[in-house]
């Protein structure tokens, strides 16, 4: 393929029809059109080295990137700078989204959601479903007849949804595409930054020391999504490995982990451990050292990790290349070859402060209005400024998406069950959307005094703080 042209016509042309697979994936508008542009972002990395139809390769990068989404075994923040561009759909079709069709859909696992999509809408060949997946054609074929015969079964099986016509328009969902590119291009820039500053201390026989300052992490702020970042400690793939030793002030702690690499055949990841129990697990990515992702373990997870206020903790982040794929019981095989050297592992602690001990920007004289989704049915919920604050889940199976944004600083903590479960926190007036996943019948949820057992109907309470603008926070299933 040749380059930008090519690539803007087929966005135009082509990515309609991905965003149907998308959405047929996520089941929700926001999130299939938040998958279609990062897809779409890293394939771009990738276009001159396509040869013949770009689509089939395209496709295959949604498909991996869905997977890493739902994969990740951990309770983290993935913030984008704004909404995604595709809007959540308009008032009137809520009556679609509540049609029991989809309802059914959404109902089977995602393995068997993923081969349907593939086999009956993209009419794909098992073989060649098999391929896509890296799972064996036997497999394809046990959840195509385990999910076709758990919806024969479904009484209220109807008409699938379409995707509606509020989808912004193949020129707009281009602009959005083109802001991520920008921003992937800044992210590189650090990443190489911070894989020059492992390369130079390997070079100097420096090693990095525990909570101390490398350049590579010298552009990180003090203050990061609510929390004062205290400690930060990289090191390069070739070590695997890297730990830092701190003393906590509060339990109230958040670990943000991050790795980069140049591209690897398998997914790579980096996983976090206190006193020998895992905290979480974040997936690699090829676009920079963005420290995105949050892990926010309860009190007392951290207590029966033996973490004390007071006392020198350990917290050791490692690089793991074997993967469990959903559906599969089994690790991925060994790879051919050896991690890439140019890959940087880093993680960062912060602990929570309040929000009148940080420095406010001033306000603008002009606030851009606040996009807001209009998506709401039995299965989601959306709170807002000027809404409700309580409303009710239905919830089946899994973990709940928690997305939420804010016009102002201030913060928003969410309650399941009267339990807190997620505290938000804005710190400027770039309306900022946060996003993070939660499993409110997992372990962690039961350290928090949570006790939920699906099918359950969750009574979702939001509690502003600080606010003097518009703001919304939407709960939906997590996949």
Same mark, same amino acid.
């Given at each position: 393929?040749?380059?930008?042209?090519?690539?803007?016509?087929?966005?135009?042309?082509?990515?309609?029809?991905?965003?149907?697979?998308?959405?047929?994936?996520?089941?929700?508008?926001?999130?299939?059109?938040? =998958?279609?542009?990062?897809?779409?972002?890293?394939?771009?990395?990738?276009?001159?080295?396509?040869?013949?139809?770009?689509?089939?390769?395209?496709?295959?990068?949604?498909?991996?990137?869905?997977?890493?989404?739902?994969?990740?075994?951990?309770?983290?923040?993935?913030?984008?700078?704004?909404?995604?561009?595709?809007?959540?759909?308009?008032?009137?079709?809520?009556?679609?989204?509540?049609?029991?069709?989809?309802?059914?859909?959404?109902?089977?696992?995602?393995? &068997?959601?993923?081969?349907?999509?593939?086999?009956?809408?993209?009419?794909?060949?098992?073989?060649?479903?098999?391929?896509?997946?890296?799972?064996?054609?036997?497999?394809?074929?046990?959840?195509?007849?385990?999910?076709?015969?758990?919806?024969?079964?479904?009484?209220? %099986?109807?008409?699938?949804?379409?995707?509606?016509?509020?989808? *912004? $328009?193949?020129?707009?969902?281009?602009?959005?595409?083109?802001?991520?590119?920008?921003?992937?291009?800044?992210?590189?820039?650090?990443?190489? $930054?911070?894989?020059?500053?492992?390369?130079?201390? /390997?070079?100097?026989?420096?090693?990095?020391?525990?909570?101390?300052?490398?350049?590579?992490?010298?552009?990180?702020?003090?203050?990061?999504?609510?929390?004062?970042?205290?400690?930060?400690?990289? $090191?390069?793939?070739?070590?695997?490995?890297?730990?830092?030793?701190?003393?906590?002030?509060?339990?109230? %702690?958040?670990?943000?982990?991050? @790795?980069?690499?140049?591209?690897?055949?398998?997914?790579?990841?980096?996983?976090?451990?206190?006193?020998?129990?895992?905290?979480?697990?974040?997936? @690699?990515?090829?676009?920079?050292?963005?420290?995105?992702?949050?892990?926010?373990?309860?009190?007392? +997870?951290?207590?029966?990790?033996?973490?004390?206020?007071?006392?020198?903790?350990?917290?050791?982040?490692?690089?793991?290349?074997?993967?469990?794929?959903?559906?599969?019981? /089994?690790?991925?095989?060994?790879?051919?070859?050896?991690?890439?050297?140019?890959?940087? =592992?880093?993680?960062?602690?912060?602990?929570?402060?309040?929000?009148?001990?940080?420095?406010?920007?001033?306000? *603008?004289?002009?606030?851009?209005?606040?996009?807001?989704?209009?998506?709401?049915?039995?299965?989601?919920? =959306?709170?807002?400024?000027?809404?409700?604050?309580?409303?009710?889940?239905?919830?089946?199976?899994?973990?709940?998406?928690?997305?939420?944004?804010?016009?102002?600083?201030?913060?928003?903590?969410?309650?399941?069950? /009267?339990?807190?479960?997620?505290?938000? +926190?804005?710190?400027?007036?770039?309306?900022?959307?946060?996003?993070?996943?939660?499993?409110?019948?997992?372990?962690?949820?039961?350290?928090?005094?949570?006790?939920?057992?699906?099918?359950? &109907?969750?009574?979702?309470?939001?509690?502003?703080?600080?606010? +003097?603008?518009?703001?919304? =926070?939407?709960?939906?299933?997590?996949?």
């Amino acid at each position: 393929m040749a380059g930008t042209a090519e690539f803007d016509e087929f966005v135009m042309a082509r990515s309609r029809h991905l965003l149907r697979i998308a959405y047929l994936l996520t089941g929700d508008h926001a999130l299939a059109e938040d =998958l279609l542009q990062t897809a779409l972002v890293k394939s771009w990395a990738a276009w001159r080295r396509i040869h013949g139809d770009p689509e089939p390769y395209v496709r295959q990068v949604l498909l991996n990137t869905y997977r890493s989404w739902w994969r990740r075994r951990w309770n983290g923040e993935r913030p984008a700078e704004s909404l995604p561009e595709q809007a959540m759909p308009a008032p009137q079709a809520a009556v679609d989204e509540r049609d029991e069709v989809w309802r059914a859909l959404g109902r089977l696992s995602r393995q &068997q959601r993923v081969v349907l999509v593939l086999r009956y809408f993209e009419d794909l060949t098992e073989a060649e479903i098999a391929k896509a997946l890296d799972i064996s054609p036997g497999s394809v074929k046990s959840y195509a007849a385990k999910g076709l015969a758990r919806l024969r079964l479904d009484p209220d %099986l109807q008409a699938l949804p379409t995707i509606t016509e509020d989808a *912004p $328009a193949g020129n707009e969902r281009l602009a959005g595409v083109r802001r991520r590119i920008v921003q992937q291009r800044r992210g590189r820039l650090a990443s190489a $930054a911070a894989a020059l500053a492992v390369i130079l201390a /390997g070079l100097a026989g420096y090693v990095v020391a525990p909570g101390g300052e490398t350049d590579g992490l010298a552009g990180v702020p003090d203050f990061h999504q609510g929390y004062r970042i205290t400690e930060r400690a990289q $090191a390069g793939f070739p070590e695997g490995t890297g730990e830092l030793t701190f003393t906590p002030s509060t339990l109230d %702690l958040a670990f943000f982990p991050a @790795c980069t690499h140049s591209g690897y055949e398998l997914p790579l990841e980096i996983k976090v451990w206190v006193g020998g129990r895992e905290l979480g697990a974040v997936g @690699c990515e090829t676009d920079g050292l963005s420290f995105e992702s949050r892990l926010t373990p309860a009190a007392d +997870t951290l207590r029966a990790a033996g973490v004390e206020v007071g006392k020198p903790v350990t917290v050791r982040f490692d690089l793991d290349v074997s993967y469990v794929y959903p559906g599969t019981s /089994g690790s991925v095989p060994e790879p051919a070859s050896p991690a890439p050297e140019d890959g940087v =592992l880093a993680l960062l602690v912060g602990e929570a402060v309040g929000f009148d001990q940080v420095d406010l920007p001033e306000r *603008p004289a002009a606030m851009a209005p606040l996009e807001r989704p209009a998506y709401a049915t039995g299965t989601s919920v =959306l709170l807002a400024a000027d809404g409700p604050r309580t409303a009710t889940l239905d919830w089946r199976s899994g973990g709940v998406r928690i997305m939420a944004r804010s016009q102002t600083p201030g913060v928003l903590r969410l309650r399941i069950n /009267g339990v807190l479960v997620d505290v938000k +926190t804005w710190w400027d007036y770039e309306q900022q959307t946060w996003q993070s996943e939660f499993a409110p019948a997992g372990d962690d949820a039961k350290v928090r005094g949570l006790s939920a057992q699906y099918p359950d &109907q969750l009574t979702i309470t939001v509690e502003p703080e600080h606010m +003097t603008g518009d703001w919304w =926070l939407a709960v939906m299933p997590a996949g």
